[in-house]
């Protein structure tokens, strides 16, 4: 009886030892390096991987839970594949003094995080916002809100520069400057699940401003953003809990505001200010905020909620004010606002 031929193996795909180090069970998975974590998420990006792989691969990295090196790595890959274009006639890319991250969007109270951004550029600061939105339904997100209160929104990195030197803030959204990393983030309704992107793009930092402020859903989370920062060489870092998980202080709650100085960790709390719990909203908005920035209408909460989380960026920004300056800074900041910032509505 002649032999039979063995068929031929197929070669091992290139990223099959990834999703090998994370699912090899119990006892044989392992965290991945920052470098293989680099090395990894970059194939993601060029897509080098099978839609099979990626799923296997964010699917993976949820169950063990991502490690402070992993996110740093994570990081880097996207940062490798950002290409920052100066405004025309600049020798050199945009610059920030804030890098704030906001992917989570308003679900229970209105964008009065919004608010707090206005003040820190009057106080002179250059705040850029980054963020995704539509991966939640039923939520109000940054671009969405922001381009309601006819505040700057970016299509490109000269028009971020420009903004930035005119106006102190400028929103630029993820699917502008790291496609790959959003077209990811859209993937929720299919896996069911958050994947390890909408932690690490909370990261991405891209104009490399000194200070950056970060919000998160589980607290467990905050000593993983501040690792990773440390490991990124983040030079200030501010990570909470924030409503709805956007960089918003809930004055209803004493907030843990976990710091990273050159590496070092600090923590302060944010003491409540309000005894009572406070009812959701029927619907974020951007009306209230135009009405209480403006005078019209008042918003105890609101003015709360905006003057403390001004505080708090102010500490990443400031890192020798204790929490009583900063509410004072901030106090005085509201107090001197500029009215005719957000225009009337039309």
């Not at 994370?22 to 991945?32: A, D, I, N, V």
């Not at 405004?87 to 608010?115: I, M, N």
């Amino acid at each position: 009886m002649p032999d039979t031929p063995l068929a031929a193996v197929p070669e091992e795909h290139p990223f099959a030892p990834f999703v090998r180090i994370l699912g090899k069970g119990k006892t044989g998975t392992r965290s991945l390096s920052q470098a293989e974590a680099r090395e990894a998420f970059g194939m993601i990006l060029r897509n080098e991987v099978e839609p099979l792989q990626l799923g296997a691969f964010l699917m993976l990295l949820r169950v063990k839970e991502e490690s402070g090196e992993e996110l740093a790595g994570f990081v880097q890959a996207c940062r490798d594949t950002i290409d920052i274009q100066g405004p025309a006639g600049r020798d050199t890319a945009p610059s920030a003094d804030l890098d704030w991250s906001s992917y989570a969007g308003k679900k229970h109270q209105h964008p009065w995080y919004l608010l707090s951004i206005l003040l820190l550029t009057q106080a002179g600061y250059r705040v850029f916002i980054h963020g995704a939105g539509g991966h939640t339904a039923g939520r109000l997100y940054t671009e969405q809100a922001m381009a309601q209160l006819g505040l700057p929104v970016a299509r490109d990195w000269n028009e971020v520069g420009r903004q930035l030197d005119t106006h102190g803030l400028s929103y630029f959204s993820l699917a502008h400057f790291c496609r790959g990393l959003y077209d990811i983030m859209q993937l929720k309704p299919i896996l069911g699940l958050r994947s390890p992107v909408n932690t690490f793009a909370r990261m991405l930092n891209p104009l490399r401003a000194p200070a950056s402020i970060q919000s998160i859903f589980h607290p467990a989370y905050a000593a993983l953003h501040r690792e990773a920062d440390r490991l990124l060489g983040q030079p200030r870092s501010l990570v909470f809990k924030g409503d709805s998980g956007e960089v918003e202080i809930k004055p209803q709650a004493t907030t843990r505001l976990i710091f990273q100085f050159a590496g070092e960790p600090r923590e302060k709390p944010m003491p409540r200010v309000l005894e009572d719990k406070v009812a959701s909203v029927a619907q974020p908005s951007v009306a209230p905020l135009r009405a209480l920035w403006r005078d019209e209408a008042p918003d105890a909460y609101g003015e709360l909620a905006a003057t403390a989380t001004a505080a708090a960026a102010l500490q990443v920004l400031e890192p020798t004010l204790s929490t009583e300056s900063a509410l004072e800074r901030a106090r005085s900041l509201w107090q001197q606002r500029d009215r005719e910032r957000l225009p009337s509505c039309p």
